[in-house]
């Protein structure tokens, strides 16, 4: 249960400002309209929060810490229960698409906002340099090795770029564009997750192994 008062209030100005920002970008949004949204006063925000990309960076960085953490966690799971030998390509892969699971599975509607930001980030020269270094690009190193012993007759330029390919992919797919939906008449849909997560594991391996060798 979440605390009443300040609290209360303070998580409503994130929630607020993740779904706008999610939606209109970081340039598209105001802090009055983040504070209608959240039925408080500008200055409590401001109060709360600082500037507008001061709340910015608050907003992203309140999931990709547990994000970012879950993730290094699983793999390393995956790591020691492989025991001596390397885990496999699928579970790599399985980790680094964990954001699609948690959009999926959690029941907070906050999770499918944040995945919308988070390709948004992703997709900016500006902001991925700013806000991806201390957070996510500083775990990528664990999930390069993982790939190395995986596939060891790969050379360590194409797992860079088999790497970058699998996170574009990623940031559409967080995106929600609805394309998909209009392209395929409704038989495929932007924010069914759960039917990205279980295509893209196999789709990326083979990939992987296509470029890297088996």
């Given at each position: ?14 929630d607020?400002a ?13 802090m ?7 039925d408080?006063?500008?200055a409590l925000a401001?109060?709360?929060?600082g500037k507008?990309?001061?709340l910015f960076y ?9 994000l ?7 793999l390393l799971a ?5 025991g001596?030998k ?7 892969i399985e980790?680094?698409l964990?954001?699609l699971?948690f959009a999926?599975e959690t029941?907070?509607?906050?999770w499918k906002n ?6 948004y980030v ?10 991806m ?9 664990e999930f390069?090795?993982?790939l ?7 050379k360590e330029e194409?797992i ?11 940031a ?11 392209l395929s008449?409704?038989k495929c849909?932007?924010?069914?997750f ?10 990326v ?10």
């Amino acid at each position: 249960m979440k605390n009443k008062g300040k609290g209360e209030k303070s998580e409503r100005i994130l929630d607020t400002a993740e779904e706008l920002f999610a939606l209109h970008g970081y340039d598209g949004v105001t802090m009055r309209q983040i504070s209608t949204g959240a039925d408080v006063d500008v200055a409590l925000a401001n109060y709360h929060f600082g500037k507008k990309l001061d709340l910015f960076y608050a907003v992203f960085n309140r999931r990709a810490d547990l994000l970012g953490a879950t993730r290094r966690e699983l793999l390393l799971a995956n790591q020691q229960k492989a025991g001596d030998k390397p885990q496999t390509l699928e579970q790599i892969i399985e980790a680094f698409l964990l954001p699609l699971k948690f959009a999926q599975e959690t029941g907070d509607p906050g999770w499918k906002n944040y995945m919308a930001l988070l390709a948004y980030v992703m997709t900016s020269p500006i902001w991925n340099k700013r806000m991806m270094t201390d957070n996510f690009d500083k775990r990528v190193g664990e999930f390069i090795e993982a790939l190395k012993l995986a596939l060891p007759k790969a050379k360590e330029e194409d797992i860079h770029w088999c790497y970058h390919y699998v996170s574009g992919a990623l940031a559409l797919t967080l995106a929600q564009t609805g394309r998909i939906d209009r392209l395929s008449g409704g038989k495929c849909l932007s924010s069914d997750f759960d039917a990205a997560y279980t295509r893209m594991i196999p789709f990326v391996a083979a990939g992987f192994r296509e470029v890297c060798g088996k």
